[in-house]
């Protein structure tokens, strides 16, 4: 039986990304596996008021089940309303590879997909992603919908690509008409995972394709524009990872300047993912290096969900600029509900 995301307490992203793009802010997107992740999400959300997507990849469902997450995202949200909080909370498929993963999800309480056929021919994507769309938005409840033209490389979950492809501007107006997607991803130089760069010693990374980004906002005015892959990979989590057994050398992400920089822009959602892994296995691989004898999962679990705490807090108020704006969003999705049922 088909459930509904407003049975759960969630909301699209449509208001959400409005108010984003008029305030000049990104709504951050936390992926999450386990119930550590989402305690993480929720009080650093809810103590930097700011809206989040809780997003899901088809990896997700296997590792951790798919009803599992539902429970785990409506347990999120009563854990918001016990914290005094009221914020937007979205749950979202992330890089969906098909119609029936979509449709399962949506079926299952998500409010907002993603399809990912960006690696399929450009008439193929359209196919597919508008099958999503039509499927997603003659629900009873409006679900958000999220295609990408372009390809990052890297690899991340079920992601892999070994080279990117820029999204080629002069494609976004056919693309967003013909398919009728809430959201465009698009490549303009991130990467998936902890290794986004190849750069030498004490070389900075590439920066990203402003100009991609500028040419479609121009050609899309007021559209939604989605960055996957735009962790930073800050190197105190990898020093210390290195430092207590780990080994990774070279992991290299975009700068935090770079991103600060599109959320002011049509950028309003921001995917973050490996940043959370490395302060995660960070802390966790501190703890055991210092304590050989814990076995505890909570001695190492719960050092590593505060550290990830602490990241997404520091993301919210100075990188995506989301902080300070959960509530007001809030109200103005519960006004915009209301005025609905009016009518």
Do not use: W
């Not at 040419?215 to 990898?238: K, N, T």
Request: with cysteine; net charge negative.
């Amino acid at each position: 039986m088909a459930i509904s995301y407003k049975e759960l307490g969630l909301v699209n992203t449509k208001i959400m990304f409005q108010k984003a793009m008029e305030g000049g802010f990104a709504v951050p997107a936390y992926n999450i596996n386990n119930m550590e992740q989402v305690q993480a999400i929720i009080h650093a959300c809810v103590e930097t008021d700011s809206p989040v997507i809780m997003q899901v990849s088809k990896g997700a469902r296997q590792y951790a089940d798919a009803t599992m997450l539902r429970y785990m995202a409506m347990g999120a949200v009563q854990m918001m309303r016990e914290m005094g909080g009221n914020i937007p909370i979205a749950l979202h498929l992330d890089h969906g590879d098909s119609f029936e993963l979509a449709q399962d999800c949506i079926e299952n309480g998500f409010s907002s997909v993603m399809i990912d056929a960006s690696h399929l021919p450009y008439e193929e994507n359209i196919a597919l992603s508008r099958k999503v769309v039509e499927y997603a938005h003659s629900r009873p409840d409006y679900v958000s919908v999220e295609a990408e033209l372009g390809v990052l490389a890297g690899i991340e979950d079920d992601v892999q690509a070994e080279r990117s492809t820029y999204t080629h501007p002069e494609q976004v107006e056919d693309f967003t008409k013909r398919t009728g997607v809430d959201s465009l991803a698009i490549s303009i130089g991130t990467s998936h995972g902890a290794y986004k760069f190849k750069v030498k010693l004490g070389e900075e990374p590439p920066p990203l394709r402003f100009d991609i980004l500028e040419e479609c906002q121009r050609r899309l005015p007021g559209f939604p524009i989605v960055l996957h892959g735009a962790s930073s990979v800050l190197q105190d989590y990898v020093d210390m990872i290195n430092k207590y057994g780990g080994h990774m050398e070279g992991a290299v992400g975009v700068s935090e300047d770079q991103l600060r920089r599109a959320a002011g822009s049509a950028v309003c959602k921001i995917n973050i993912d490996s940043d959370g892994r490395l302060a995660m296995t960070a802390a966790i691989r501190k703890v055991l290096a210092e304590k050989p004898g814990e076995f505890d999962p909570r001695k190492y679990l719960g050092p590593a969900r505060d550290a990830l705490t602490e990241l997404m807090k520091h993301k919210n108020e100075k990188v995506v600029g989301s902080a300070g704006h959960g509530a007001e969003i809030m109200a103005a999705i519960e006004a915009a509900e209301g005025a609905a049922v009016a009518r």
